[in-house]
């Protein structure tokens, strides 16, 4: 028994090692931080450096939803339909802080934070994030996305993210 | 403006040749009752902005509308923009169009109580169409 489960964790490691630098990522962009999200993609302060140079702008061939710009209620049915369409595994970025708690919209149309609809793994501040702050929370996402696979056999998904701090 | 010379007026203003006003800018809506120095009186204000292209000059037009009776002939059989403004003006304040094709809201999602635009509505009411995940 110690040898199999020997195998299956280094198994699990391997299949970590390969999704840590190859983010399929799904832009689901809604407004202005989707000018910084392009600066953050673009040649200046690359993304591709990770491995997240193919957004893949459909839910069921990507892994990471970034979920970029204020979603106001209207929007909630849609992206929670984006967020189940995708398939396991799967992680969300919120990026900007109209996504992670509302930003300045304290209003009755915005969704105070899209972790009441859907669980969220990485929290991106800022408004919009600067690219040097955020892409290094692309960096710390792929280091999540290897850690979450090693534990996504034997434990339950957690709904606590992590939290990006800007350099 | 009284609100039964509304068409009869609007129509002169595209028809006429001396008025021409074949654009219709903006149709927006005013809620009076927290403005000091007319709260009393209709509730809402209808404004009508148009312009003539061939002329170059504007007009605006104020028809006043009380809270109970909120209702306006449309311009949709005019100006086919008057579809969509007025689909605002229902949704954010209230007021109905009488005779409009697709009287539904714009802004709002459809399950939406009440009119965020007016001045008795809190901005910090929280109406969730999704509510919490558990």
Redesign the interface.
Known sequence: MGVGSFFTSRLDEAIGWARKYSIFQYPFVTACCGMEYMATACSHYDVDRFGAGLPRFSPRQADVLFVVGTIS??M??VL?RIYEQMTEPKWVVAFGVCTCTGGFY????T??GID????VDIYIPGCPPRPGSSSACARASARASSRRTRSAVTTPRSWSGRRCRAP | MERTALPGALSLCRDDPDLGFDVLMDLTAVDYQKYPGREDGPRFEVVYHLYSLAHNHRVRIKVRVDEDDAVVPTAVPLWPIANWLEREVWDMFGVRFDGHPDPRRL???EE?VGH?LRKD?P???????????I
């Open positions: 209620h209207k909630a049915p929670k304290d209003n009755y149309a969704v105070q009441t609809i859907i669980p | 802004l709002m999602y939406f965020p509505y901005i910090n009411r929280r109406q969730p169409l999704i509510g919490p995940r």
